[in-house]
């Protein structure tokens, strides 16, 4: 008679099927506070359909394929040409058009565009961050371009097109075009000006030649990317068609792909020039300034993009934890599991709350509003980036041994968690950004006041947290060296006036608490004890 060696039991179901957008309470309201009522009905079922498609299984396994066959490089064809090609896996071209087909990139052609546009960017880079690289850059390219009007003119309906195509042809052929950056060069890192990449002026007007490097070269598959390189007038912003009007390739010499940490699907390169065609986008000598504007928009991708992957490792943990027994009973009715989960959902709220917010903003486009994200856009990029790698590591831990292992989905998580600080200037670059911004520009830090003001009277940490932030920013001497305190301490009041103000009470409570109030150790899981913890876990639940 055969025998069963064993029987599979207590093993946890995957998280599949479900509806991402719908099943994150916090991600719903922040739409519908911030979106015109008109427009609700329409968002609402575009971003619910966006989010079935999301948590499908065959989407699921397309980020996993993505992810476990990143892209080669190709610099000869058989003959011995350069083509210098990248090739991707399928799954990752299904990914990044569904991506382009849902609006990422298209923001500024739809009503409350940005609001819309950063749910789904949410959404969709829980099921494989790496695509999001292209897709944000994509959409940030945008105000770049907008400083020549006749380039603008001609490239800015490709970018905000919804169709995705990936072939190598001129641009002014395709249905729709994906953009790339190339700031960084080996030499010079977070120090753009220190760039000796050389812009040759030719005869055409607005044609350069350019000769140099990049050392990191993002999506070198686009068709198209802005750059900054020296030109006679100093340091320049140009663009870089990938193929030319007359359908030869430009000198794009990809000499190898970075073997990254995480965000192993997408591909980031390094690349020479050689007498490269550019064209010249805004004024020579005001490179910094006219890509500026790109970079706050890619900036406000990291802090959705650590915000999607705290939400996607809290609803894994929770998911786990609801079906897993130990000890006589569901671990998440264990109190010091349940205090874990309820921290970690509670860091994950505050993140989508935050970023919602600054999305909504970019909506707004008023004066103050755009005051108001000149401080806020960095502080939250350091902040919501910086507190992703623990919250992913916490998370993978309360699957036990099997969030070290690959078939869980957390460790691709916890790889991908610290790029989001590194990305558009590390920790440093943003506290000295804000400290910028503090001391040259008034209206920012007025802007800031005003918005953490609508809260005051509502908790009293949080009133305390805001006079001690107000003592510590009369005092700016030799602040350089306390900037990351500065910061940390403007985005957590932040956080805590738009939780006290929209989110349910209980979570307004144990934020203040703990962030605010230092009821709170150094690790997930010390809340106080006498929170409604239970609350704030079924609050994050992911599926009935």
């Not at 966006?50 to 499908?56: D, L, N, Q, V």
């Not at 831990?397 to 968690?417: I, T």
Request: charged content about 25%; aromatic content about 6%; glycine content about 10%.
């Amino acid at each position: 008679m055969a025998t069963s060696t064993h029987e599979v039991t207590n093993q946890v179901p995957p998280l599949v099927g479900y509806d991402v957008f719908t099943a994150d309470r916090v991600l719903v309201e922040a739409v519908e506070r911030h979106l015109d009522a008109a427009l609700l009905d329409e968002a609402r079922s575009e971003l619910s359909g966006f989010g079935t498609t999301a948590g499908s299984a065959q989407v699921q396994e397309w980020g996993v394929l993505a992810n476990e066959n990143p892209p080669g490089l190709r610099t000869h064809d058989r003959y011995g040409n350069r083509i210098d090609e990248v090739e991707y896996h399928p799954s990752w071209h299904r990914l990044l058009g569904k991506g382009v087909s849902a609006g990422l990139t298209a923001a500024w052609t739809r009503p409350g565009g940005h609001l819309r546009r950063a749910a789904g960017f949410l959404i969709w880079t829980q099921v494989e961050a790496g695509n999001g690289c292209p897709l944000s850059m994509t959409h940030a390219a945008v105000p770049a371009l907008r400083t020549d009007p006749a380039l603008a003119a001609e490239w800015e309906p490709r970018l905000t097109s919804m169709v995705y195509d990936p072939g190598l042809r001129p641009a002014a052929q395709k249905p729709g075009a994906i953009f790339g950056m190339g700031m960084t060069e080996k030499q010079g890192g977070s120090d753009v000006r220190a760039n000796t990449t050389a812009a040759r002026p030719l005869a055409e007007d607005g044609a350069y030649a350019l000769t140099g490097h990049k050392w990191f070269m993002s999506a070198p598959m686009s068709d198209g990317f802005l750059v900054l390189a020296q030109a006679p007038g100093g340091l320049t912003c140009f663009l870089v068609p990938r193929v030319l009007e007359d359908g030869t390739r430009n000198v794009l010499r990809l000499q190898r792909l970075k073997d990254k940490l995480g965000n192993r699907s997408n591909a980031s390169a390094e690349v020479e020039f050689d007498g490269t065609w550019a064209r010249r986008v805004g004024e020579e000598g005001r490179g910094v300034r006219t890509i500026i504007e790109m970079v706050a928009a890619t900036r406000l991708d990291c802090v959705l993009g650590s915000a999607s992957l705290m939400r996607q490792a809290v609803a894994q943990a929770i998911h786990h934890c609801t079906y897993r027994e130990a000890f006589g009973g569901r671990l998440v009715d264990k109190p010091l599991m349940r205090n874990v989960l309820a921290d970690l959902a509670l860091e994950s709220e505050a993140a989508t709350t935050l970023a919602m917010r600054l999305a909504a903003a970019y909506d707004d486009g008023s004066e103050s509003e755009r005051a108001f994200l000149r401080l806020a856009v960095p502080a939250a990029k350091y902040w919501v980036t910086k507190r992703c790698t623990p919250l992913a590591t916490e998370a993978a831990e309360c699957l036990g041994g099997n969030g070290y292992v690959e078939e869980s989905g957390m460790p691709r998580l916890l790889r991908e968690s610290p790029l989001n600080s590194i990305w558009e200037g590390a920790g440093n670059v943003q506290a000295l950004d804000v400290l910028r911004a503090l001391q040259r520009e008034p209206g920012a830090l007025d802007a800031f006041l005003r918005e953490v003001g609508r809260a005051r009277g509502a908790d009293h940490r949080l009133d305390v947290a805001i006079k001690n932030l107000l003592t510590e920013l009369a005092d700016l001497d030799g602040v350089e060296a306390r900037a990351r305190r500065v910061v940390e301490r403007l985005a957590l009041v932040l956080q805590g006036s738009l939780l006290v103000r929209y989110a349910p009470p209980e979570v307004a409570d144990a934020f203040c608490a703990s962030r605010l109030g230092g009821d709170w150790g150094t690790a997930f899981g010390t809340l106080p004890h006498t929170l409604h913890l239970a609350s704030l876990v079924e609050r994050a639940r992911p599926v009935a």
